[in-house]
Structure formats: C-alpha cells, structure tokens
C-alpha cells in the first residue's frame, strides 16, 4: 500500500442540533435523531471551532437540524468569528425573528443559505408538515436581503416538485440570491423511508439536466448555480464528500465527529467524539477517518479505474445499504453493477402521480 498523504480539511459542517420546527421527509440528519439533554454546550462548540481554525479549516457551516432552535446560537456564531472562521449559517428560516436576525449578523454572521422546500405553497407544507412555511420562509429572505447579507437559495428536488424548477430558479433570482443549490434528494435515511414518493422519474431528472445548463448559461453572472443530480440515474456515482476525509467534517450535536452524514449506518466504525480527543488527533489519526483514505480499501475495479481520483468509489453509506457491503464500489457505478441494482421498477414512479401526507414518513421534531 502506498502511503496516503492526508490533506488538511477545508470545511466545518457543525451540526449544533437535531431539533427542527419542520419535518421533511428527507432530512439528512440520521433517523436515530440526537435528542436535546446529549448536545454539547456552547463552551466545547467554542473549544471546537478554536480547534478546527489551527487544524486549517477556513469555513464553518452552522447548521442543524435548525440551528435556531438553540438559544446560543449567537454565541455559537460569536466563537466562531472569534476562531476567524468564515461563518455561514444553514438555515430553515423558522423561528429566526428580526431582532434575532439583527444579533447573529452583529455576532458575525457572514452568509446564510436558506432551505426552501417548493415554490408552491401546498407543496412547501406537505414536504415541510407545517402550515404558511414558504410565506415564512419568504419573509425571512427579504429580512436577509434588507441587511445586505450574502444569500444562497438551497432547494432539495425530488419527484414532487421537480417540474416547478423554473420557477424555483426565478424565485432565487427574485429574492436577491447570489448562489441556489439545486440538490436532488440523496437517498439515505429518512430519504430511503421515503423513497417510493420522492424518487424522481427519468424523464423529470433528464429534463433538469437541461432546464439548469440552460439557466446556467442564461444567467451567467448573475446566479450560481451548484447542482446535484439525481444519481439514481448516472452512469457514475457522485464523489460524496469529495471523498472520505478529504476535505470536510461534521461535529454532530453530541459531538461525534463524522466523516459524513450517514456515517453512522457504518457500524463496523466507530466514531470519535470532541469530549474525549482533540480534532486534529481525530483528523489524522482516527481509524474511522483512515478507513476509506487512499485506494487499499477498493474492490479492484476500482484501484484500477480511472476515475477513482474523481469519485473516490462513490458513496460507502450507499454501497452498505444497496449491497450490504460499505466497501463495494457505488451501487450507482455502470462500470461496476447493473443499473438493476439502484432503481427496481417498483419504485419508479409514475409521472403525474400525487403524494398525500399519510404517504410520507414524516422526520419528528425533535
Ligand atoms: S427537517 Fe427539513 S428544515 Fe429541518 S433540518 Fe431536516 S431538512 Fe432541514
Ligand atoms: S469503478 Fe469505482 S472508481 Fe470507477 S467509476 Fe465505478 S465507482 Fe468510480
């Protein structure tokens, strides 16, 4: 095995809570969610963005679950300044007043990305389960661009509102946005519970490949456009997390620090936590960290592929939950499994099929 030089990490991803005043059926946070009496104070959050700055990481990105459902996410915010980390909050909008706005861009706050589940009322409320959240969501835009902060549009796609996508990208544009990330559902956790009502068609997820290279050569210069399509039906699989422990980590509520968000369906590792080490002990040295660095770890396939500095083998969550093996190449990869493997026909859904909320799985609060 050759040796594997371990680059310094770029990004923090600090997920200061799981609890969420919405409940979308996709969330990323992890179906055993981590309850409010186990998340770490607002000391061991200062201690870890002090920590994370020496160790090279020059973003942090405050999210949750809802981050403003901790009463200190001022402070969180504050401390992180402190540590001269770019500060960018991760945001549902709910339960962010104007006052509570104006502390967190006093505290610091240097972006905010803005979850926004549909263009469409109903849509926003049967994804979200909570009445008027897009007229919030709405209010809460305009209050951020009234104090001339940076503001990135973030909209999770799926089959139920795809086809509403060019109005998403006008809405973007209306609301003053510089950035929208267009990111199609990732089908883990709670998304995989909910898969048979989200999974786009291939028809709709061919459509969105065009609708955005048009909109990204029309607004050029106007709006970025980060996109994440639907890998269900690539040919190769994404590089998640820009390969494991290459460039970001994310301190969950309870501090365990992950390589990625559904680290923990891993259970053959175990995950190091900011109580008993410090991050850069965990960086470096974890073998939770080291297990997917480098290519020893690959089926041959691909060590010997040319895209394996581009994908990194793909997702290792995915590759456990599809093939029961976390070391496996990606599900999606054509070059390594039948496309049988990721999408069985009785989970393609129809076009024009409706989706009730008694369909849904619906993430709880808290
Ligand atoms: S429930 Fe929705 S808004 Fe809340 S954290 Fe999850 S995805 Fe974000
Ligand atoms: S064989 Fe492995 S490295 Fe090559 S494209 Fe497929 S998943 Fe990526």
Redesign the pocket.
């Known amino acids: 095995m050759s040796q594997v030089t371990i680059p310094a990490p770029q990004v923090l991803l600090a997920e200061v809570t799981h609890r969420?005043p919405?409940?979308?059926p996709?969330?990323?946070?992890p179906t055993e969610l981590i309850k409010k009496d186990t998340e770490i104070s607002t000391t061991d959050w200062g201690r870890v963005f002090a920590e994370a700055a020496d160790l090279g990481v020059l973003q942090v990105s405050i999210s949750?679950?809802?981050p403003a459902a901790r009463r200190d996410l001022t402070e969180l915010i504050r401390a992180a300044r402190d540590a001269d980390l770019y500060v960018n909050l991760i945001t549902?909008g709910i339960g962010l007043t104007q006052g509570r706005l104006d502390d967190l861009v006093e505290a610091g706050c240097d972006h905010i990305q803005l979850?926004l589940q549909d263009v469409d009322s109903d849509g926003a409320k049967l994804i979200?389960n909570m009445d008027k959240s897009l007229e919030r969501k709405l209010d809460f835009a305009r209050w951020v661009r009234e104090r001339s902060v940076p503001l990135t549009v973030n909209a999770?796609m799926h089959r139920l509102n795809l086809d509403r996508l060019p109005e998403i990208i006008e809405l973007a544009l209306e609301l003053g946005a510089r950035r929208l990330e267009v990111a199609n559902v990732q089908y883990h956790g709670w998304a995989a519970l909910n898969k048979q009502v989200l999974m786009p068609t291939q028809e709709q997820s061919s459509r969105t490949n065009q609708i955005v290279a048009e909109a990204r050569e029309s607004l050029n210069g106007r709006l970025l456009i980060d996109y994440v399509p639907v890998d269900h039906y690539a040919e190769y699989p994404k590089s998640c997390m820009n390969g494991w422990g290459r460039v970001a980590l994310i301190v969950a509520p309870d501090g365990s620090v992950l390589p990625c968000h559904n680290a923990t369906t891993l259970k053959h590792l175990s995950f190091p936590n900011v109580r008993d080490q410090s991050l850069t002990a965990i960086w470096y040295e974890s073998s939770a960290f080291n297990a997917y660095r480098g290519d020893s770890w690959m089926p041959e396939i691909c060590r010997s592929c040319d895209r394996k500095e581009i994908d990194f083998g793909g997702c290792r969550c995915q590759a456990l939950a599809i093939l029961g093996d976390a070391s496996a190449a990606d599900p999606v990869c054509s070059r390594a499994h039948p496309h049988s493997l990721v999408i069985a026909t009785d989970e393609s859904p129809q076009a024009g099929e409706v989706a009730t909320s008694e369909q849904i799985t619906y993430?709880p609060n808290s």
């Open positions: 969420c919405l409940q979308c996709y969330c990323s946070n949750g679950g809802e549902s979850s979200s999770v993430r």
